[in-house]
Nanobody, 122 residues
Framework: QVQLVESGGGLVQAGGSLRLSCAASGLPYSTYTMGWFRQAPGKDREFVAAMNWSGRSTSVADSVKGRFTIFRDNAKNTVYLQMSSLKPEDTAVYYC???????????????WGQGTQVSVAV
């Protein structure tokens, strides 16, 4: 059974930092692309960042480029999202996802975590 478990969310002041983690189990993690997505109330789920299994292919949304970094530790079956210079508009539920293909379209991802709330206060 595939499980993706996110952690690290919380409340932070604008300009602050958070690191999200997503621990994967039940899949050949080192062959999968891992992605981060977010969904704010009343909005569609949007792409944040993705990294393929080797780390050689990475994509980051323009809205977070230069502030967010995705990286993974295949030995720990964990992907991270380092978020810096957080803004109130970053407030959302953040989800990690996994699939064999490298994609930014959430519909391409088969496996999803339960999400973790990130709230950025003014």
């Amino acid at each position: 059974q595939v499980q993706l478990v996110e952690s690290g969310g919380g409340l932070v002041q604008a300009g602050g930092s958070l690191r999200l983690s997503c621990a994967a189990s039940g899949l050949p993690y080192s062959t999968y692309t891992m992605g981060w997505f977010r969904q704010a109330p009343g909005k569609d789920r949007e792409f944040v960042a993705a990294m393929n299994w080797s780390g050689r292919s990475t994509s980051v949304a323009d809205s977070v480029k230069g502030r967010f970094t995705i990286f993974r530790d295949n030995a720990k079956n964990t992907v991270y999202l380092q978020m810096s210079s957080l803004k109130p508009e970053d407030t959302a539920v953040y989800y990690c996802a996994a699939d064999f293909v490298f994609a930014i379209d959430p519909d391409k991802y088969t496996y999803w975590g339960q999400g973790t709330q990130v709230s950025v206060a003014v």
